[in-house]
């Protein structure tokens, strides 16, 4: 048989709200990303025309709630309509789930005077393992899952996995926590929904994984380097959480030869959270520094940034006032002062920091035991970094 061409996608939090925490987004720029996340489903389209896949696989998260405007669900499954006769095989994650009275139940759909989905979809609508073959072709099937509820599921998917299916190439469809993952996103303790080992996965013996639920790319290989599964990561950068380029993945399966996985374009803008270290630069320096550092993140004119300057720049230097006319070379740049002042500048007290470091500087004057002296200028010390929006690091013991 042919290779199996595989077009992978999940995440897409259609109806998202996308208050752009941390990035300062104005609301005609907040307006036009949340079109833009809504958009993924024709993007997602325009990739296939592109590709030709044999399938689609869709792991999870295909809209952000329940609460979705009816007319975005109508637009996604027009969208997924339009692939006709391309087979599409989705299984609903904690966002999207499939229990009654949600997009996936036809029951509602039709209270609603809203469309079924189109009989190239194959949605998993069960808790259980359930394993259908891909259309028009014999050697190739598909194993997937539903999540019922929003809650968080904390039982291991994996800790029983389905049985491998004898078909020469066998594709899992996952939606879960990969518990080695690292990315901004992650989930940590009892916040991990259907949580899995990378040893568990890979144990199940699956040709392919097609994994959703965490939002950055993510491949995990077997222990020869190959690629035995992946998270596409969301196509549509929201926030800090989901930084830099997003992708849909193009794979290629192909019996006893290892997985080939491409990474596709999936987004129009990227969003970027930079640092720059002032250094002593003045503000030539610091903005000839910005520039190179946009330059390295490979930013374009439609981008979404966020620039931090940390360090102490040169005496009188204002890093808003140098970095002004960068703000002009992106969509939007959110620049964020966390520079030190000039160490031998009195403190003032029309700022919050002066006010601070004044007032432990009176106390570290009064105090007359050497303990208590020391625990101010800890405390001096350690509060000035907070104030300046660093996480101020545990000073080493001492012996006091």
Request: glycine share 10%.
């Given at each position: 048989?042919?290779?199996?061409?595989?077009?992978?996608?999940?995440?897409?939090?259609?109806?998202?709200?996308?208050?752009?925490?941390?990035?300062?987004?104005?609301?005609?720029?907040?307006?036009?990303?949340?079109?833009?996340?809504?958009?993924?489903?024709?993007?997602?389209?325009?990739?296939?025309?592109?590709?030709?896949?044999?399938?689609?696989?869709?792991?999870?998260?295909?809209?952000?709630?329940?609460?979705?405007?009816?007319?975005?669900?109508?637009?996604?499954?027009?969208?997924?309509?339009?692939?006709?006769?391309?087979?599409?095989?989705?299984?609903?994650?904690?966002?999207?789930?499939?229990?009654?009275?949600?997009?996936?139940?036809?029951?509602?759909?039709?209270?609603?005077?809203?469309?079924?989905?189109?009989?190239?979809?194959?949605?998993?609508?069960?808790s259980e393992w359930e394993t259908v073959a891909v259309p028009?072709?014999?050697?190739?099937?598909?194993?997937?899952?539903?999540?019922?509820?929003?809650?968080?599921?904390?039982?291991?998917?994996?800790?029983?996995?389905?049985?491998?299916?004898?078909?020469?190439?066998?594709?899992?469809?996952?939606?879960?926590?990969?518990?080695?993952?690292?990315?901004?996103?992650?989930?940590?303790?009892?916040?991990?929904?259907?949580?899995?080992?990378?040893?568990?996965?890979?144990?199940?013996?699956?040709?392919?994984?097609?994994?959703?639920?965490?939002?950055?790319?993510?491949?995990?290989?077997?222990?020869?380097?190959?690629?035995?599964?992946?998270?596409?990561?969301?196509?549509?950068?929201?926030?800090?959480?989901?930084?830099?380029?997003?992708?849909?993945?193009?794979?290629?399966?192909?019996?006893?030869?290892?997985?080939?996985?491409?990474?596709?374009?999936?987004?129009?803008?990227?969003?970027?959270?930079?640092?720059?270290?002032?250094?002593?630069?003045?503000?030539?320096?610091?903005?000839?520094?910005?520039?190179?550092?946009?330059?390295?993140?490979?930013?374009?004119?439609?981008?979404?940034?966020?620039?931090?300057?940390?360090?102490?720049?040169?005496?009188?230097?204002?890093?808003?006032?140098?970095?002004?006319?960068?703000?002009?070379?992106?969509?939007?740049?959110?620049?964020?002062?966390?520079?030190?002042?000039?160490?031998?500048?009195?403190?003032?007290?029309?700022?919050?920091?002066?006010?601070?470091?004044?007032?432990?500087?009176?106390?570290?004057?009064?105090?007359?035991?050497?303990?208590?002296?020391r625990v101010l200028e800890l405390a001096a010390a350690l509060?000035?970094?907070?104030?300046?929006?660093?996480?101020?690091?545990?000073?080493?013991?001492?012996?006091?």
């Amino acid at each position: 048989m042919a290779p199996l061409v595989l077009l992978q996608s999940s995440d897409w939090h259609v109806g998202s709200p996308l208050t752009g925490r941390g990035l300062g987004l104005g609301e005609e720029l907040r307006a036009l990303r949340r079109r833009e996340v809504d958009e993924a489903p024709d993007r997602l389209v325009r990739a296939a025309r592109e590709t030709g896949p044999d399938a689609v696989l869709l792991p999870g998260d295909l809209w952000d709630a329940g609460s979705v405007p009816p007319a975005l669900f109508r637009k996604l499954v027009e969208a997924l309509e339009a692939l006709a006769p391309v087979p599409i095989f989705i299984a609903p994650g904690n966002h999207d789930f499939a229990g009654p009275g949600g997009f996936y139940d036809g029951a509602f759909l039709d209270a609603l005077g809203l469309p079924g989905w189109p009989g190239n979809v194959r949605v998993f609508r069960g808790s259980e393992w359930e394993t259908v073959a891909v259309p028009g072709r014999d050697d190739a099937t598909v194993t997937g899952r539903a999540f019922l509820s929003p809650l968080v599921e904390a039982g291991r998917p994996l800790s029983l996995p389905p049985a491998r299916p004898p078909a020469e190439l066998a594709v899992l469809m996952l939606h879960g926590s990969l518990e080695s993952y690292r990315g901004p996103d992650a989930p940590s303790g009892s916040k991990r929904t259907a949580p899995f080992s990378r040893e568990e996965l890979l144990s199940a013996g699956f040709d392919w994984a097609a994994l959703g639920h965490h939002h950055r790319l993510e491949v995990v290989a077997r222990e020869d380097g190959t690629p035995a599964g992946a998270y596409s990561g969301s196509p549509t950068g929201r926030g800090l959480d989901e930084t830099g380029p997003r992708h849909f993945l193009k794979v290629t399966l192909e019996a006893g030869a290892p997985a080939r996985v491409e990474t596709l374009p999936a987004d129009c803008r990227k969003v970027l959270d930079l640092e720059l270290d002032a250094a002593g630069r003045d503000g030539e320096g610091l903005r000839d520094a910005a520039l190179a550092l946009l330059l390295e993140a490979e930013a374009t004119p439609g981008d979404v940034v966020r620039l931090t300057v940390v360090g102490q720049p040169a005496a009188a230097t204002r890093p808003a006032q140098a970095l002004a006319d960068l703000k002009g070379l992106v969509a939007h740049m959110a620049l964020r002062d966390r520079t030190l002042g000039d160490v031998d500048a009195r403190p003032d007290r029309a700022t919050a920091e002066g006010r601070f470091v004044l007032e432990l500087e009176a106390r570290i004057a009064a105090a007359e035991d050497p303990r208590a002296r020391r625990v101010l200028e800890l405390a001096a010390a350690l509060g000035r970094e907070a104030l300046l929006g660093r996480v101020p690091a545990p000073p080493a013991e001492e012996d006091l």
